[in-house]
């Protein structure tokens, strides 16, 4: 490990930011202050960025094991580390399906020497078919803090509410991806008056909507924690936020497409644009807009969903839904907190470690603490972020083996200069 020095940034905290210099030893804050002694230190210039704790993304599809063509851990870490994430939680839906000890500790293995931390969330279910419930305590004694069926919601409620009971007496929480099959059928984008004017299947909100009332009736009768998924609408946010109110254990998250995005995009007939839950009406993408801006969001969370691009390539209605994520999120989030840096790092660091149970460092590979203060003796996850630097998305630029961004040819302003994992990982456009 190395000493450095991050110089002349705006170290945001959790109540306050200041202008101030940061000390890293060994991979641990040893001092916040102004003109520290960078005697023998490397120093990083920071001057007219945000310095804070690094991301944590709760939701990327990393594909490994089974379908690497399309992503590696390796190459949806170094993804994260150019989008300014400390961590990823790696999604259950690969083949085989995480759902037992040994597929968890293959991705550990395989994680170790990726270029950031990388925690893995077991699936609910043995092969995530919604019948039987996957060994959770086998693979929590592992580090697994999360557990979804992502890619497919728990259709049985007899089942689900099962796995809450399981969940809570081992301290984990599920994560649900919220569509009822029989309401979503086999629709490909939002249902409404576009969908029928394109002749392409309706994807319901209320197959979101529904499941979301359900579930939090099931965390009410039954306890557990639970964490909703890639909401996408306006009333499924209303939804959580007033469980919270009744002292439900209940946490959301957004991907950034579902506010920046609309279900216009559809019209295009490109399928970059499909995803499920599929983009939604523009009262949603400004609803969830303004539910991120003012705290209602627990995590942005990316939903990186890499595919090949001869597996984009075809008709709307045929190709697999999905989008890129992990290198825009910060600047499409930054856009939608309106330059509020405490909102930023809530929704994008703090707040996801907690919910992920990262602040204990419980990863199973690295262990080092992520979401915590820009203070002394907190492990050095931090990112350097520039509010200003306006840049354009260039798909064949990215980390990601794929290239299903709907944002090419996209200028966006605020871009991630480093990412720190107890060492600098990313800095100033190269790997370290």
Not at 69 to 74: G, R
Not at 304 to 322: I, L, N, Q, R, V
Request: hydrophobic content about 45%; aromatic content about 4%; glycine content about 10%.
């Amino acid at each position: 490990m190395s000493t450095f020095i991050i110089r002349g940034g705006t170290v945001v905290h959790a109540a306050n930011s200041e202008r101030a210099d940061v000390l890293v030893r060994d991979g641990r804050i040893i001092e916040v202050g102004i003109k520290l002694d960078g005697t023998a230190a490397t120093e990083i210039d920071a001057s007219g960025c945000l310095v804070g704790p690094a991301f944590v993304d709760l939701h990327a599809h990393l594909r490994e094991p089974g379908n690497e063509a399309a992503e590696t851990i390796e190459s949806g870490a170094r993804a994260g580390a150019v989008g300014g994430y400390g961590a990823v939680v790696a999604m259950p839906n690969t083949t085989p399906t995480i759902d037992s000890a040994a597929v968890v500790g293959y991705v550990y293995e395989r994680a170790r020497h990726a270029v950031i931390d990388v925690a893995v969330a077991g699936a609910i279910t043995i092969g995530r078919e919604g019948k039987n419930l996957a060994p959770m305590a086998e693979m929590a004694a592992l580090g697994v803090r999360l557990f979804t069926d992502d890619g497919n919601g728990v259709q049985h409620g007899g089942v689900m509410r099962r796995a809450l009971r399981y969940s809570s007496a081992l301290g984990v929480r599920l994560a649900q991806h919220c569509e009822m099959d029989d309401l979503a059928g086999s629709g490909v984008m939002n249902d409404g008056p576009l969908a029928a004017r394109l002749g392409l299947a309706g994807r319901s909100a209320l197959a979101e909507e529904i499941m979301v009332m359900r579930d939090i009736e099931f965390v009410r009768a039954s306890g557990g924690r639970l964490h909703f998924l890639h909401l996408s609408t306006r009333r499924s946010v209303e939804l959580v936020v007033a469980a919270k109110a009744d002292g439900l254990d209940v946490t959301c998250e957004v991907a950034p497409h579902h506010f920046t995005l609309s279900e216009d995009r559809c019209a295009s007939f490109d399928p970059v644009f499909k995803v499920h839950p599929p983009l939604r009406s523009m009262a949603d993408v400004e609803g969830l807009r303004l539910a991120v801006a003012r705290g209602d969001i627990d995590a942005v969370a990316t939903d990186h969903a890499p595919h090949t691009p001869e597996s984009k390539d075809g008709t709307f209605d045929e190709a697999p839904p999905g989008m890129l994520g992990l290198e825009t999120a910060a600047a499409l989030t930054w856009g939608a907190v309106n330059g509020d840096a405490h909102a930023f790092f809530n929704v994008l660091s703090r707040r996801p470690a907690r919910v992920a149970q990262l602040r204990a460092g419980e990863l199973g590979v690295r262990r080092i603490a992520h979401g915590g203060d820009v203070a002394p003796g907190e492990d050095a996850s931090l990112v350097i972020f520039d509010p200003s630097d306006s840049w354009t998305v260039n798909r064949h630029a990215l980390q990601s083996r794929a290239l299903n961004t709907p944002f090419h040819d996209m200028v966006m302003t605020g871009r991630v200069r480093g990412t720190v994992v107890g060492e600098p990982v990313w800095l100033n456009g190269e790997f370290r």
